[in-house]
């Protein structure tokens, strides 16, 4: 098994790269995020690496870190997820999103990626909710929830609470209230008609 290819960018297509190692390229495929920022060609990269085996396949699937690619083995776990809508999901949600929309359930986060309806993505939520510790997510992330978000996914503050619902029935997912929100500086002490207002801000 490959556990990693390091080399150089010598193809960029839709869907994978060409990275080339001592003479042999390797056609790896990758997320969008992976794709976008490859750069231009020649450039190094170093991607984390998991063979797919059927019986008419044989096919190389490759993450930035090794926290991505433990994720993609978690979603292609899943029963109906196969490995292409396991990129889908991590080119539209990062690691860290994607374990807040599994805490929350919010189907909605999930079935913007594409091939994944509200079926495959309450499936997903199902299956993986109990192997993604809230606790993780806060300790991983980059950039980790505010005090008072979290607070509020416990049944916390009301305004924030309250917030959550107006976005809610405004057409936003809790995911997206919930990443706004902890984006107000002091949104704990606000009332919620300004909360309201400011995580629009953030929205838009």
């Known amino acids: 098994m490959?556990?990693?290819?390091k080399?150089?960018?010598?193809?960029?297509?839709d869907d994978c790269l060409i990275v080339e190692n001592q003479g042999i390229g390797?056609?790896?495929f990758t997320s969008g995020k992976v794709l976008a920022d490859a750069g231009t060609l020649h450039?190094?990269?170093?991607?984390?690496?998991?063979?797919?085996v059927r019986e008419d396949e044989i096919s190389l699937f490759g993450f930035p870190t090794k926290e991505e690619l433990?994720?993609?083995?978690?979603?292609?776990?899943v029963n109906g997820i196969g490995p292409k809508v396991a990129l889908s999901i991590l080119s539209t949600l990062s690691v860290k999103d994607l374990s807040l929309a599994?805490?929350?359930?919010?189907t909605k986060a999930i079935t913007r990626a594409n091939g994944v309806g509200a079926k495959g993505a309450n499936?997903?939520?199902?299956?993986?909710?109990d192997k993604l510790k809230y606790e993780n997510v806060l300790d991983t992330a980059d950039e980790t929830l505010s005090g008072e978000v979290s607070d509020s996914l416990n049944g916390g503050s009301n305004n924030i609470s309250d917030t959550v619902m107006a976005l809610v029935s405004l057409g936003y997912s809790e995911f997206e209230a919930m990443k706004a929100i902890k984006q107000v500086p002091g949104a704990d002490n606000m009332e919620t008609d300004k909360l309201l207002k400011e995580s629009l801000k953030k929205i838009f």
């Open 2 to 5: 490959i556990g990693y290819v």
């Open 7 to 13: 080399g150089t960018v010598e193809g960029i297509y």
């Open 26 to 28: 390797y056609r790896i």
């Open 43 to 52: 450039q190094e990269i170093k991607l984390y690496t998991y063979m797919y």
């Open 70 to 77: 433990d994720t993609f083995k978690l979603l292609i776990s």
């Open 102 to 106: 599994v805490m929350m359930g919010d």
């Open 123 to 129: 499936r997903l939520i199902m299956e993986l909710k």
